[in-house]
């Protein structure tokens, strides 16, 4: 019903930058909240940012201050700015959106979460 596409992972040095984007796709009529999670190897997986609709935003303490979330509403896109990257944010990068109301042959249909496929960040020198 609705499909995640990520891209913008990759391998960078400490204090670099990179830029993550999440493209939904489907007969989407709206889409609630929008975010990121990730996940290291042998940890579990956190919330790293998450967008409302309005724009109202929450971050992981960890990312406070170095990391910045926005969506495009009309691209249904979430963006995800990660500036002053260091080793602990190693981890695969998973696109979250929460409250999506499809539409039907009949009417709409409500789901609870569609999950992405990840993408790898890498922070090495």
């Known amino acids: 019903q609705v499909q995640l596409v990520e891209s913008g992972g990759g391998l960078v040095q400490p204090g670099g930058s990179l830029r993550l984007s999440c493209a939904a796709s489907?007969?989407?009529?709206?889409?609630?909240?929008m975010g990121w999670y990730r996940q290291a190897p042998g940890k579990q997986r956190e919330l790293v940012a998450a967008?409302?609709?309005?724009?109202?935003?929450t971050y992981a303490d960890s990312v406070t201050g170095r990391f910045t979330i926005s969506r495009d509403n009309a691209k249904n896109t979430v963006y995800l700015q990660m500036n002053n990257l260091k080793s602990e944010d190693t981890a695969v990068y998973l696109c979250n959106v929460g409250t999506v109301v499809v539409r039907t042959h009949s009417g709409f249909d409500r789901y609870l979460e569609f999950w992405g496929q990840g993408t790898l960040v890498t922070v090495s020198s």
């Open positions: 489907g007969a989407i009529f709206s889409i609630n909240a």
């Open positions: 967008i409302s609709t309005a724009g109202a935003t």
